[in-house]
């Protein structure tokens, strides 16, 4: 991979910020008591032995030097102390044992590296060691008073300020807000009209515009509570889960598809999704969410269902951005437990607790220890696991409990399933019939009786009996699979079918079951039509496999038997070959005396020994019925019925599928406790083989709660954490929370850094109405979501308009204050949501699995030892058009279909990211002109409207500005919209279709589209 | 140890057992029984310096004198995707920006009509070449296609090949009035503004972009230099001659890749293969770069994400080895015609001269005339860097 890189002569000056904080030194007595000895020590010390530590050492490993070589810093006694990846640099009284005189006598490292030190300065060393090194400098890593840090401290409850207009405030949050505009002398913006009001509120509470009816009503509706019962109504609409969910993944990585190399097969991820989008249409309180996220697995419940939905829940720590084929396990582990800790710092806490993984926090209290506590939790978390061969490890499937249903369901859908199947052989008797008769149509080997048998006598029960089993040719690739099997049918003298029989032998397994052939019998009814012809042809058409090999053919009723054919008078066809795995012999172009053969190489046979044969069926190669070419008008008939049957037929196929995995054991992936649950040691800097001391398993250190949440024996720990983090005095989880629902209702934060409260962070614009609302959501408001929602958009604050102020701009330019409401662009999933939902192509459907594994060749390298499978990338149709959160993301930057997010700052899925970053580049205005998606939805954009508004131009205008930005057109866009028109008919010779594409196509680029106020 | 650092011992020992142990903490796939493997082919001194290096390569070693091979090479994984990402940004996991974001970044841009960052054809995702949290102007720009078929365009969506230029440009202007009648009525809006300009940029890359993968002007002879018109090395030559083009017009960081490099088996025709591919283009751009004189202030480094094992894997092949592998740079500030470091006596790992990746891209900016340690930019609550909390400039390799 070679690269190069081109300089040029102009530098930028980078904004230069020193890694590492210092603070002034800090020298003072030595805790502890001011012994003489202890006085007399420091003097020392501070007299011979700083100086050289300050001139020799500070330059490699020192706080203020930036650097801390080997993980060693001397500027502290806790430095020394801790020392670097050996260990401590001094055993107090003990020179000789001390690495640090072993550096600098040269005996092992040779310390400073430049000069050794002189003899003097090492016997001064030697002295002070000796003296059991008096040290009265404290660390020089930046304590943090937790006391000093506003997270931290207690959530207060601030009485609602009293605001000289006493009229403008509706909620309690407007009197906050009021109070601090009315302190820096400005005024609220006026309030919004209801158009704006309306395409705001429906976007932020379900990711979609307000349709062209509800614009209308809500227009029109002047009722007081008008505008409440419409928020009611957004909040109880299935839309809401659907876009609140998506916030929600920002923070936590989800995928449907595993490793970071994007697409390793998982098969259950959206059971998590589903759970989250019901969670929330549900308003489940948030402390619950949390509960079950974290610990779902561990609590009680009171039905399978609620169990189920408890394991699923865990999902949360189970997906996740996980190296899967990392070689190093223990490092692959390690890694896991690191997000799983920086994810919950940062999705409740607001905090960077990784940053503890190898070292203090440089600035924010969060000791190592807080981290290798918090590292025990999850180590005694079973996320993935690894069982060979190969290098991949997996993540954890538990088996969810089943369903017990009443025996009435169970018989209903036994016989549903059973219809369904009938169907399907039904189609597929017809579908090969038909396929014979088409030239081209169908490869496959067809075996049909010459002289039909009288087997059908009105009300007479007969029996089909045959001997069967998988099969293959010489190469392996054609080896019958699950999917595979033969059909055997009783054709009626005109060709149609008085019965059809499937039959699948299972898979051809090598060796192990190689032509062993097990007796197979059918019953049918005759129904007094005349005699029959018996035909066998492999079941599944196109499949390029062999659907199974057929022996001792017999029709018969009671003791009678009406035809029976061993096969064994075979003529052996010139062409042969070794079958795969067994080497037996296997013939092409083989006569079968009383049978008509037909297919790839007429008839094939296997040789099993001593005179017995056996007729394979292969099923032809997949040329699909769009390449066949009908001759005769006959033809023509049956080729397109044929195509009218494949299409019944794979949907029929869709539907047996999805009724037996009904069926099917039920997987989530999810996480549970180790056999062993147990305390972590301290990786030191972070390397697992660099192990120090053990630490018992607890949170972090500088939170306070109401109690303590000791970790009991055999217990991962995780249930006690996620009471930590809802605990009644966790100052932090209520905080960030609210903080973030604030985020997205008026597009940023009180605090604006959403996943950063620490020391370098933002402090919040108004620190007592985000205590106000934290305590109000956590106790009043029980932690319901849609509560803190409804009460925020029903405020005076976020219905005011977003008019600009140049007064308040001057004071306030980044509108801290809200002295408007903000304008938005609309985010990457709603821009592709309202495109479809604008040119009518969004479908409704919900939940459920997106990857469609029944596509065929979505399941790639299934049945490889080393390799998982991987998703073959067809998205299914039934899932094309749905909204965003229910495609299937793959764990890497969203493209193909879903390129448009992307484009417009759409989270890498392995981000946890609160505040997604907002650009404008010229890619996007690239992507609005000219990608196909959007081409293609302005062309069904047009086709709607023109079928809405056929006659009226003006009209159509109006409803397109509707549809697209919410309101109707002024009289001067409509003029200019027609002048586009014209011209653009002009330029398109004519075509007033394709001009109106074109002007659906502008307003899709257009920021009326693209921003709600 | 098949192409630039040549083995006695393990030519010698090549078929016998391992005289050394896996490292325990890696799970195997393949290596059942291994036995070491000498080299896939004949190794020659090459320049005035000596250079004893690959037959395959020998367009290369022309080039021997301006070379500075770096044989100590190592990464801090042996995965595909995480070597890669460490490769281009230094970080094995976290979504961190790459290497040519940092540069842009640090340098800004000289040519306001291009991207400042541009890879041509990438093998790997979006987040090698993501700016990641700085701006996304420092993006690195993928070039998708330079074959001399016109239906692909080289940026994606750079053109709308249903309609005339005529209704694209009207298109356009009615988009852009739209958007200025709703400014007008604003007052103000920096983000809105920001996209009307965004429209016009979007419009002049349309007409420029095709001019540069356009090689019209560019002599028979230069085209030959690369191998274009060749059928082996046609595709990765084009690819060099566009890196060229734009390292004139002004592009600060240029990536070219080429995959097919992982040969767990069939190294022996697999490794030859790709060189005879790579070669001539490789050359024909140190060379160009040379006669334009524009060599001494571009650094070209060469590379992958990790090397491979000196012992066998599945018989024929060879493991990924993130311990110790080659480099090499040249131009831009760097010695030519050295050596630094070096692997044990069988190219497993390094022993001296030992360069991380952080190291190698301290070294990097250092030769862009940037600090690693104060190109900073504060995410998250805390200052970020390229080499993180890590890298040392190779000091003894600067010119």
């Given at each position: ?67 801390a ?12 102390e ?8 001094i ?58 840090l506003?997270?931290?401290?207690p ?16 909620d ?60 009611d109504?957004?909040l ?23 490793d ?8 259950d ?11 929330f249409?549900a ?25 189920r ?23 692959l ?52 696991s ?51 008769k ?91 039509s ?56 296997v ?10 053969g ?41 080729h ?30 999810a ?12 990786y ?20 306070s ?6 970790v009991?024996?055999?217990t ?18 209520s ?20 996943d ?9 614009s ?36 977003s ?6 701009a ?19 999933e ?14 409704p459907s919900?939940g ?12 790639r ?19 094309k ?46 992507f ?9 939805q ?48 002009e330029?398109l ?25 | 140890?098949?192409l ?47 250079l ?39 970080n ?37 070449y ?22 692909k365009?080289?940026i ?29 009525r ?23 972009t095709?001019?540069l ?80 004189g ?33 480099m090499?740079?040249a131009?831009?500030g760097v ?5 630094h ?32 340690e ?25 010119a």
């Amino acid at each position: 991979m070679p690269l190069h890189v081109r300089t040029g002569p102009t530098l930028l000056v980078v904004a230069i910020v020193a890694w590492l904080i210092t603070t002034s030194a800090d020298v003072t007595a030595a805790q502890g008591t001011n012994t003489p000895e202890n006085v007399q020590g420091v003097a020392f010390f501070e007299k011979h032995i700083a100086p050289i530590l300050k001139r020799r050492c500070y330059q490699c490993h020192s706080h203020d030097s930036g650097k801390a070589k080997g993980g060693l810093v001397l500027d502290s006694r806790h430095g020394w102390e801790k020392g670097g990846s050996e260990g401590a640099a001094i055993v107090p009284g003990k020179p000789d044992e001390s690495l640090l005189m072993e550096a600098v006598r040269y005996q092992s490292y040779e310390m400073p590296p430049d000069k050794k030190l002189p003899a003097s300065e090492i016997a001064l060393l030697e002295k002070w060691i000796s003296m059991r090194a008096p040290d009265p400098r404290k660390s020089k890593a930046p304590k943090v008073d937790p006391a000093k840090l506003w997270a931290l401290q207690p959530i207060g409850s601030p009485a609602v300020p009293v605001t000289k207009d006493a009229k403008w405030a509706r909620d309690d949050l407007d009197a906050f807000v009021l109070a601090r505009l009315e302190a820096e002398g400005l005024t609220p913006a006026a309030d919004a009209d209801r158009y704006t009001l309306l395409r705001r509120v429906t976007f932020d509470l379900t990711g979609l515009p307000p349709t062209p009816e509800e614009i209308e009503a809500f227009v029109n509706d002047t009722s007081e509570r008008a505008y409440e019962n419409f928020v009611d109504r957004l909040l109880d609409s299935p839309g809401f889960g659907d876009h609140w969910a998506r916030h929600w993944f920002d923070l936590s990585c989800y995928a449907d598809l595993a490793d970071i190399q994007g697409n390793v097969l998982i098969r259950d991820a959206w059971r998590y999704r589903d759970y989250v989008i019901a969670a929330f249409n549900a308003d489940k309180p948030l402390d619950r969410f949390i509960h079950e996220q974290i610990a779902g697995d561990l609590l009680s419940y009171e039905s399978d269902e609620q169990r189920r939905e408890q394991i699923i829940a865990t999902g949360y720590l189970a997906i996740g951005p996980w190296t899967l084929q990392n070689y190093i396990k223990k490092q692959l582990d390690a890694d896991v437990v690191d997000h799983q800790i920086d994810r919950i710092g940062r999705t409740f806490l607001a905090q960077t607790i990784s940053c503890a993984r190898c070292h203090d926090h440089k600035f924010d209290p969060v000791p190592t220890a807080d981290y290798y506590a918090l590292a025990g939790v999850f180590h005694s978390t079973r996320t993935t696991s690894y069982d060979g061969p190969g290098v991949w490890s997996a993540i954890t499937q538990v088996r969810l409990p089943d369903l017990r249903r009443s025996p009435d369901d169970q018989a209903q859908r036994l016989e549903m399933l059973a219809d369904l199947r009938s169907q399907r052989q039904t189609l597929q008797a017809e579908l090969t019939s038909l396929l014979i008769k088409i030239p081209g149509g169908s490869d496959a080997n067809v075996l049909t009786l010459r002289k039909p048998i009288a087997a059908n006598d009105k009300g007479t029960n007969y029996e089909l009996s045959f001997k069967a089993g998988p099969s293959v040719w010489a190469g392996a690739t054609q080896r019958t699979t699950a999917g595979d099997g033969l059909q055997i049918d009783l054709q009626r003298e005109d060709g149609s079918i008085l019965v059809g029989f499937r039959h699948a032998p299972g898979p051809w397994s090598g060796a192990k079951n190689a032509q062993r052939l097990k007796p197979v019998r059918f019953n049918y009814t005759g129904d007094g039509s005349g005699s029959v012809r018996i035909r066998v042809t492999s079941a599944t058409p196109g499949s390029s496999k062999f659907g199974g090999a057929i022996d001792d053919l017999r029709v018969s009723a009671g003791s009678r038997t009406f035809f029976f054919d061993d096969f064994d008078d075979l003529r052996r066809g010139p062409v042969k070959g070794a079958q795969a795995d067994t080497k037996l012999t296997v013939f092409a172009k083989a006569i079968v005396p009383g049978w008509t053969g037909g297919g790839l190489n007429h008839s094939h046979a296997v040789d099993l020994g001593n005179g017995d044969y056996a007729i394979q069926f292969y099923g032809g190669g997949a040329k699909g019925l769009a390449a066949v070419k009908p001759v005769t008008p006959d033809q023509k008939e049956a080729h397109a019925r044929a195509v009218e049957l494949d299409k019944q037929l794979k949907d029929a196929a869709v539907k047996v599928a999805q009724a037996e995995k009904l069926d099917a054991p039920k997987h989530a992936l999810a996480v549970r406790d180790v056999d062993e649950p147990a305390d972590s040691p301290i990786y030191r800097r972070g390397d697992f083989q660099n192990l120090g001391d053990v630490v018992p398993r607890g949170f972090l250190s500088a939170v306070s709660t109401s109690t303590n949440y000791s970790v009991p024996h055999g217990t991962s720990g995780r249930l006690q954490l996620a009471r930590w983090l809802t605990d009644s005095l966790n100052p932090l989880t209520s905080r960030v929370l609210v903080n973030r629902i604030w985020r997205h209702v008026f597009g940023k934060g009180l605090v604006r850094t959403v996943d950063y409260f620490g020391v370098h962070g933002e402090s919040p614009s108004h620190a007592e109405l985000l205590d106000f609302l934290a305590s109000r959501m956590r106790g009043e408001d029980g932690w319901s979501l849609k509560k803190t929602i409804r009460r925020m958009v029903l405020s005076r604050t976020y219905q005011m308009a977003s008019t600009h102020n140049v007064k308040a701009a001057e004071a306030d330019p980044d509108n801290r204050l809200m002295w408007q409401m903000p304008r938005r662009r609309l985010t990457a999933e709603s821009i592709r949501d309202t495109m479809l939902a604008t040119s009518g192509q969004l479908d409704p459907s919900r939940g459920g699995p997106s990857l469609g594994l029944e596509l065929k060749g979505n399941i790639r390298g299934a049945g490889g030892k080393v390799n998982p499978p991987t998703w073959g990338s067809k998205v299914p149709d039934y899932v094309k058009n749905r909204r965003t959160i229910y495609l299937p993301f793959l764990r890497k930057r969203p493209e193909g279909e879903l390129e448009i997010l992307s484009v417009f700052d759409f989270p890498h899925p392995n981000d946890i990211i609160g505040a997604r970053p907002n650009t404008t580049v010229a890619t996007q205005a690239l992507f609005l002109l000219n990608a196909p998606f959007v081409k293609q939805q302005a062309t069904a954009l047009s086709g709607r409207l023109s079928k809405h508004e056929p006659e009226d131009e003006r009209a159509r205008i109006d409803r397109l500005y509707l549809l697209t930005t919410s309101r109707p057109a002024a009289s001067d866009e409509i003029e200019t919209a027609l002048s586009f028109l014209d011209q653009c008919t002009e330029d398109l010779k004519g075509n007033r279709g394709a001009a109106w594409s074109q002007l659906c196509h502008a307003m899709l680029g257009s920021n009326g589209f693209l921003f709600r106020e | 140890m098949d192409l630039f650092d040549h083995k006695p011992e393990l030519e010698k020992r090549s078929g016998s057992d391992l005289p050394y142990k896996l490292p325990e903490t890696e799970a195997t796939v393949g290596l059942d029984n291994t036995k070491l493997l000498g080299s896939v082919s004949g190794f020659r001194h090459a320049g005035d310096c000596g250079l004893y290096m690959s037959d395959l390569l020998p367009h290369t070693a022309k080039h021997a004198d301006d070379l500075c091979v770096l044989r100590a090479v190592h990464a801090g994984s042996p995965n595909h995707p995480v070597a890669i990402r460490q490769l281009h940004t230094g970080n094995l996991f976290d979504v961190v920006p790459s290497m040519g974001s940092w540069l842009s970044y640090g340098l800004g841009t000289e040519n306001q009509q291009l991207p400042s960052y541009i890879t041509i054809l990438p093998q790997e995702g979006e987040r090698n070449y993501s700016s990641a949290f700085l701006a996304a102007i420092h993006q690195g720009t993928a070039i998708q296609s330079v074959g001399s078929s016109p239906n692909k365009a080289p940026i994606r969506h750079l053109t709308d090949r249903s309609v005339s230029e005529d209704v694209q440009r009207r298109r356009i202007d009615l988009i852009q009035q739209m958007n200025r009648r709703q400014l007008e009525r604003l007052e103000t809006d920096q983000q809105m503004e920001g996209v009307i300009e965004s429209f016009e940029l979007a419009f002049k890359m349309q007409a420029e972009t095709p001019k540069l993968v356009d090689f019209a002007e560019e002599s028979k002879e230069t085209q030959a230099l690369y191998g274009i018109g060749e059928k082996q090395t046609d595709t990765f030559g084009r690819q060099c001659l566009l890196a060229r083009r734009l390292s004139e017009a002004g592009v600060r960081f240029i990536q070219v890749s080429l995959g097919g490099w992982d040969h767990h088996n069939k190294i022996s025709t697999g490794l030859p293969d790709r060189c005879a591919v790579s070669d001539k283009p490789v050359a024909g751009l140190l060379a160009d770069l040379k006669t334009r004189g524009l060599l001494d202030d571009t650094l070209v480094l060469w590379g992958g994400e990790f090397g491979r094992t000196p012992h066998a894997q599945f018989g024929d092949g060879r493991e990924h080895n993130h311990h110790g592998f080659t480099m090499w740079m040249a131009g831009g500030g760097v010695k030519g015609g050295i050596t630094h470091g070096a692997t044990d006596d069988f190219g497993y790992y390094g022993v001296e001269g030992q360069v991380h990746i952080n190291d190698l891209h301290a070294t990097m900016l250092h030769l862009m005339g940037l600090d690693h340690e104060r190109l900073t930019f504060k995410h998250h609550g805390r200052p970020f860097r390229l080499t993180d909390v890590a890298g040392n400039v190779v000091k003894e390799i600067l010119a």
